[in-house]
């Protein structure tokens, strides 16, 4: 995934997904925390029979993967937050100061064996992968081995986590000691994501054994590893329907894209003025990034979900939230721009249009059906399985 990113970004085709920007006051005020945190976040003290990871992502101080399966198992659960991408949840525990120790601790670079070569006469462009793997495969073993310990204290049975392609050295450290690992999908998942999509389903070192997914739609969309099976979990998160304002049109920005997306909003503002032309940046990106063509207005605070419950217009690229909004009754279109492919499948099942001009809006499509990707709740089925 981290080879994937560097080629998309050095070769121009997309920006960087979450980009993080830290000043050096930034940097000494983390290091703090993550001493502080050897003692005030602790996970070793008590017992506890359950893991939970949850997602960085907390819009509005909720994190809303994990939220529900947190309550459901209370008191049981050992909750490993990190703050080092953002906050974390009142009470969590984290392994910050050893997880940013374990990274730090690498030479600079170790011999690709000609990777790096022959991946730029592929494509034209040189990433540094004797970097990424002096860094990472050390770092990933002395997690592991840290973690090990973690579960073996515990006597935990089940690991939870979200984002779990990020999370190798969790999952590897369960396989080890024949712990049941679970992941909770957090986005779109389709054949070109590479944290889930591997042709012909080999069996691939450090996965999950079950993807509890938001709902049908997600089960076989992609395939996964060997052994991983699925279960539809539901999306209890999703806010009640709204009365529509047929004036709102939401263009919902990502870090790979969000330039050339923004400049589609402005042609659009430009076909439409009679519309309210509303742009969301990510969660990741910073609104000062963005100079606004006129027509569009930067949306900005509260929750993006609220906002997509009464928009009638959604446009985007390849972002877990159109998905979010066709559930939301939204008439969806999807940018052309790359990584539409994403919603493919959406589109050819008539819930999307492709847009590759501003007069396409008015064709965009609502979906008739959107319990296939976002199920009513069943984890309390699932728990007692």
């Not at 054994?209 to 999703?238: H, I, K, N, Q």
């Amino acid at each position: 995934m981290r080879v994937f990113h560097e080629l998309t970004r050095r070769s121009g085709i997309h920006g960087a997904p979450h980009p993080v920007r830290r000043t050096p006051y930034d940097k000494a005020a983390l290091v703090g925390k993550h001493v502080a945190g050897v003692v005030t976040r602790n996970p070793f003290p008590r017992r506890y029979d359950a893991l939970v990871v949850p997602h960085p992502r907390k819009p509005n101080g909720v994190e809303i993967y994990t939220d529900e399966l947190r309550a459901a198992l209370g008191e049981r659960a050992l909750v490993l937050d990190s703050g080092i991408n953002g906050t974390p949840l009142p009470g969590s525990k984290n392994l910050d100061f050893f997880t940013s120790a374990a990274g730090a601790l690498h030479r600079g670079s170790v011999d690709d064996r000609g990777i790096a070569a022959a991946l730029e006469k592929l494509t034209g462009v040189r990433v540094p992968i004797g970097a990424l793997l002096a860094r990472e495969i050390p770092k990933h073993r002395r997690l592991r081995a840290l973690y090990r310990t973690l579960l073996r204290k515990h006597r935990v049975s089940t690991v939870y986590l979200v984002v779990a392609y990020f999370h190798q050295h969790i999952v590897g450290a369960a396989r080890d000691l024949g712990i049941r690992v679970v992941e909770l999908q957090h986005g779109a998942i389709s054949p070109f994501h590479l944290g889930y999509s591997y042709p012909g389903r080999p069996v691939v070192a450090d996965q999950p054994d079950e993807l509890w997914c938001f709902g049908s739609y997600w089960t076989d969309v992609a395939e996964l590893p060997a052994g991983m099976r699925t279960e539809v979990m539901g999306a209890p998160y999703l806010p009640a329907p709204a009365p529509k304002d047929p004036r709102q049109v939401v263009f919902l920005s990502q870090g790979t894209i969000g330039a050339e997306l923004l400049q589609v909003a402005g042609t659009v503002a430009a076909e439409y003025p009679e519309l309210e032309i509303q742009y969301r940046p990510h969660p990741s990106e910073r609104a000062a990034d963005y100079r606004l063509p006129a027509g569009v207005q930067l949306s900005t605070g509260g929750s993006t979900l609220d906002l997509l419950a009464t928009a009638t217009y959604q446009v985007g690229v390849s972002t877990t939230a159109l998905f979010e909004g066709m559930a939301l009754g939204c008439r969806t279109a999807v940018a052309n721009l790359p990584g539409h492919e994403y919603l493919e499948p959406a589109i050819a099942k008539g819930h999307a249009v492709l847009m590759s001009t501003p007069a396409q809006l008015a064709t965009a499509p609502t979906c008739p059906d959107p319990t296939t990707y976002y199920a009513p709740s069943t984890l309390a089925h699932l728990l007692n399985v």
